[in-house]
């Protein structure tokens, strides 16, 4: 694996860089005004929706080599431009803007690619290995990116910020280079056969719909990212603010999720993924939604806590955790399965249609479960998430070809 780790190596230190100059557009958008910070955000993830299916379809047809150093070239330019904008022409709204809808494009073509290098520098018995690898990584890189941009713009403003980003997608660009022996630019066989890239988009969404494997695995991701994403992200928080818990409490709550979701991460990276990872990511979305009914149910919880760790917070601490080690599982064996089962020729469109369904369904089913909150309280958009959870595990587990699935060897 030694060529996996300096491959994930460089792409740490870019997803470093890359949450670093998010965090200083964010800040210098949301300092004008919220509207242009909205903006900002809209801007990179409808750029990055829209192209998506596309981009997986470059990657297969084009080679990931090809399309990964296009990338980071084209964002080693733009960040360097945005540096020397900023630094002698202030921060206008068009430079924010312009930046965002780059990262979107870039993205849209980058990380269909990205994700499925590690099938491509590992073998299958060490897929979900690398993998947990990749995540804790990129749970890394979002824990840090924050703190550190908050730094580095203080210091040095948005030109250094964007200087940062510069030098990390050198860096990569420099790995990628250095890879070009192990990650074959070929066009895949589909590719050779003539067809367009909207027919080879549409042709990742129509195996994974059509396949026997992916297909279920496919709906798992759905159901994941629509009901247990918010759950940390929008229902904690809500939950905190019903119950009167303080601020430190809630942060301890939500971490404690992070925690032990890394903690599993750990784990299957020292000794690897179960024998049947179908089984594991659907027993894991049990254990999921035991923990949102225990965080659901109203256990003792002091509403004058005012330090982050008392006696009367580890109920929902508890509760927090369990939550943490399901979407562990989930994510570890899942994760591992799908781009284990997805054909050689059709990896990056794959990983495109895993992303947007990550993604979209976030779209209704944020808007849905804040609704419900409002409306009938935390508790009982919570006792939603766990039903819907506990049955699609449920089915999952009932599902043959998902249930004795196995990891490549």
């Not at 360097?80 to 206008?92: C, H, K």
């Not at 195996?207 to 247990?228: N, Q, W």
Request: aromatic content about 4%; glycine content about 12%.
């Amino acid at each position: 694996m030694r060529i996996f780790w300096v491959w994930l190596g460089g792409h740490t230190v870019s997803l470093l860089g890359t949450q670093v100059l998010a965090f200083g557009m964010g800040w210098v958008a949301a300092g004008r005004s919220g509207i242009l910070g909205g903006l900002v955000l809209t801007t990179i993830t409808l750029a990055r929706t829209l192209l998506l299916l596309v981009g997986g379809a470059v990657g297969d047809r084009f080679g990931v080599w090809r399309t990964m150093v296009a990338g980071d070239a084209v964002m080693l330019v733009v960040t360097v431009l945005v540096a020397v904008v900023a630094r002698f022409a202030g921060t206008p709204a068009w430079l924010l803007l312009l930046a965002a809808l780059a990262i979107g494009v870039v993205d849209a073509f980058y990380l269909p690619s990205s994700g499925s290098m590690p099938k491509r520098l590992v073998p299958g018995s060490h897929l979900a290995r690398a993998m947990s690898a990749r995540q804790l990584a990129h749970q890394g890189t979002a824990f840090l990116g924050a703190p550190v941009g908050g730094v580095v713009v203080s210091a040095v403003g948005l030109a250094g910020a964007a200087l940062v980003d510069a030098f990390s997608f050198a860096a990569m660009l420099g790995v990628l280079l250095l890879l070009r022996p192990r990650v074959s630019a070929a066009a895949p066989a589909v590719a050779r056969a003539g067809g367009g890239l909207l027919d080879g988009a549409v042709d990742g969404v129509r195996l994974m719909v059509a396949d026997r494997l992916l297909r279920p695995m496919l709906l798992l991701v759905v159901v994941a990212a629509g009901v247990l994403l918010p759950i940390p992200s929008l229902l904690i928080p809500l939950l905190a603010h019903e119950r009167r818990w303080s601020a430190g409490t809630a942060g301890v709550v939500v971490g404690a999720v992070a925690l032990a979701t890394a903690g599993v991460a750990v784990i299957v990276l020292m000794r690897g993924a179960g024998r049947r990872p179908g089984t594991i990511a659907a027993l894991g979305l049990l254990v999921v939604a035991a923990g949102v009914l225990a965080l659901a149910a109203d256990l003792p919880l002091s509403a004058a806590v005012d330090l982050p760790m008392t006696a009367a917070a580890g109920p929902p601490v508890a509760a927090a955790l369990l939550i943490g080690v399901g979407t562990g599982l989930f994510a570890t064996h899942l994760g591992p399965l799908v781009l284990g089962s997805a054909p050689d020729t059709h990896l990056a469109r794959v990983q495109s249609v895993v992303i947007l369904a990550q993604s979209l369904p976030l779209v209704l089913t944020g808007n849905v479960l804040g609704a419900t909150a409002d409306r009938l309280g935390a508790p009982a958009a919570l006792v939603a998430c766990a039903v819907v959870l506990a049955a699609t595990g449920a089915a999952a587990l009932s599902a043959q070809r998902l249930r004795t699935a196995t990891l490549p060897t």
